[in-house]
């Protein structure tokens, strides 16, 4: 199979990675907006176009679990999951990342209940950033077809050996068609060689006990601490085998993606399938003049501090757009920037906004709002507090429909 | 299957679970474990839910020849699930000789087992997972100092259920009917058992190794701390479990239901209660001889409707 070009959603570009990644193991659990990726690759299993095993569990906790125990069993596994399911499976996340396995799963961001919905934000795999997994998160199709293929090869690496989530907004890009390459199987295969553990799995000639208790600080607190340093090595690794990504597949893949970033004077940080409306807003604010750029975060864990710091270095202003809301503080990722570059000597302003929760749009006059506001900020040296994106029609919208759900005030 | 053993002589020397374990001294679910694993051989992985015996394995030491993967409180099947198909996919695909295969039994106690993974057991059960289930019952949340869980029997005293003066009683509910919900699942094979009758329990074992699919077992285990009893006499309560009928000791093959050692004659419940801290409450200061009675009639009700 040579490689190809065809119209994919961001769902069947992930079921195409795990196919590519010729996984031995699927435990699955449906949940909208990730069911399309299970189907499609169940439809494949069953016409025997792949040689996988696939189980439906009983929730996202046993799946979590049923992957993880079988990564430490010694199979190359995959899941995926979304929102509610990502939280029901909460406690497994941080076991399976004790456990030291390379599991790889694949999140549709959506918006976490109450009020439920299906659209996204990224409440839900945010929830997730202290748990030992790894993250990618991808803005376009092909990123997830091919971040899925740098995950398994870096979750497998003997230096690193954790799980690793990729994530995608659910319906903007899992339900989106967008041109993607599939790559030659023969190239994949050079590039991800099959797993054989040699650090865990159960067989009768060699018993292991994995996953066991520890008694006292010092013990818990030295895994711990093994698990973070892996996680940090993640960096270099990560650089390394997207480097031999690029060779072989001719994508670059970076920690980060700037956009129109090199000569920028103000930058807008955003993740995700939204930085496709950020980087239209910063195209059309260069035409009027404005130097700006934006930084997309693609490599969450870990967290590409260096990279961060050069990327921002002498700008005026950098403002985090959080398509999450951290109830009580504000955006989550906003305090994980500023304490990045907060010894810093030369440090720009820094803004905090929080947009697009429940998959809202962004508009293009919310974007300039958040330009102003970054120019403003470095002309007079005040930050403003957090701000909540909302438009004024959506306010009268909502107005309406609070009438008819019959509220008077 | 191997013909069954007719004494206790005849089970195995060999121990896959060796002494060294911190578990509370009379453990009786320790003592029906070190049996099942007579029975079961080296060659396991047990997939620990959260309770009493995740602590048999402390890092960096395990009693265990055998393997063992802690998972967390809810999920132990899902675990099992996930290592049987591992097993199951790296042998089919030559990574690993049929050799080193494992037979993967889930270890849980009543908490797991009746309440929090109540789901994921049947889940396995549905997917006619190849496993085996040993549930150590010592009707209540042990490892937390002894609450209500849904194996508690009527009139049991726990730090949940205190007896008191709007509350004499203790518990107002009956235990949940493991084995009839899991019955109800058509396993190949089902069976409850008891540290006090070894050979009874080694050859529910053997028998079970014949099928392929879920093989469980629920054991009534003493708990002295939980009880409130000596030590030492852990296996006389678990004799006198199964002598007064509390404690029926049976098996379904496929659903059909046999019971494996019916007493000559049945004992008063009130043996097996006066002894206990945790009945202690029905006999002083003042003798609750209407809940006694009850208890009577419900273990009467039983046998009653086995046809004995």
Known sequence: ?409 | MDTPVKSIKDIPLDEILLPGTPACAGCGGLLTLRHCLKALGENTVIVNAAGCFTLLSIYPFTPFMSSWLYTAMACAPAGAQGVRDALDILIKKGRLGSEEDLKVVVLTGDGAAYDIGLASTSGALYRNLDFYYICYDNEAYGNTGFQWSGATPFASKTGTTPPGKTVPTGTLTNKKNLFEIWRSHKPPYLATISPAHPVDLYNKFKKAEQYKGPKLFIALSPCPPGWATDPSHSVNFAKLAVDTGIWALKEAILGDVKHTLIPRKFKPVENYLKEQGRFAHLFKPIRQEETIRKIQEMVDEYWKEVGI
């Open chain 1, 1 to 409: 199979m040579g490689k190809m070009r065809e119209m994919l959603t961001g769902n069947s570009a992930a079921a195409w990675g795990v196919r590519l990644a010729e996984i031995d193991y699927i435990p699955a659990y449906p949940i909208t907006p990730q069911t399309e990726i299970i189907e499609t690759l169940a439809k494949w299993i069953s016409d025997g176009v792949m040689d996988t095993r696939m189980v439906t569990m009983d929730s996202e906790h046993s799946m979590i679990t049923a992957a993880g125990a079988a990564s430490a069993t010694g199979v190359r596994t995959f899941t995926a999951t979304s929102s509610q399911g990502l939280l029901y499976g909460f406690e497994m996340l941080y076991t399976v990342a004790g456990w030291r396995v390379p599991l790889v799963m694949v999140n549709v961001s959506r918006g976490l209940s109450a009020p439920i919905t299906l659209e996204p934000d990224h409440n839900d795999i945010l929830s997730a950033r202290d748990s030992g997994f790894l993250q990618i998160h991808c803005e376009t199709c092909q990123e997830v077809l091919d971040s899925i293929l740098i995950a398994y090869r870096l979750a497998e690496d003997e230096r690193i050996l954790l799980p690793i989530l990729v994530n995608m907004d659910g319906f903007h890009l899992s339900f989106t068609r967008e041109p993607v390459e599939i790559p030659d199987m023969e190239d994949v295969r050079r590039f991800l060689p099959p797993y054989s553990p040699k650090h865990a799995f159960f067989k009768a000639s060699q018993p292991m006990a994995q996953g066991i208790a520890v008694l006292g600080g010092p013990i818990y607190s030295y895994f711990k601490y093994q698990i973070h340093l892996a996680c940090m090595k993640g960096l270099e690794v990560y650089k390394e085998i997207s480097k031999e990504f690029e060779n072989i597949f001719g994508r670059r893949y970076d920690t980060l993606e700037g956009y129109m970033t090199d000569d920028a004077e103000y930058i807008l940080i955003m993740s995700n399938s939204f930085s496709t409306l950020g980087k239209a807003a910063v195209k059309r604010a260069r035409e009027r003049g404005i130097k700006i750029g934006l930084l997309k975060l693609r490599l969450l864990r870990p967290f590409p501090e260096e990279d961060l710091k050069n990327a921002i270095k002498g700008c005026k202003a950098v403002a985090v757009l959080d398509q999450n809301i951290g109830i009580g503080k504000g955006g989550i990722l906003y305090p994980e920037i500023t304490s990045a570059i907060y010894n810093e000597q030369k440090r720009p302003m820094l803004l905090s906004f929080i947009g697009g929760l429940g998959g809202k749009n962004i508009s293009e006059s919310e974007f300039d709002f958040i330009f102003d506001n970054m120019i403003k900020a470095a002309e007079t040296g005040n930050a403003p507090p957090p701000q909540l994106l909302y438009t004024e029609t959506e306010w009268n919208e909502m107005e309406k429909l609070k009438k008819m759900a019959g509220r008077r005030y």
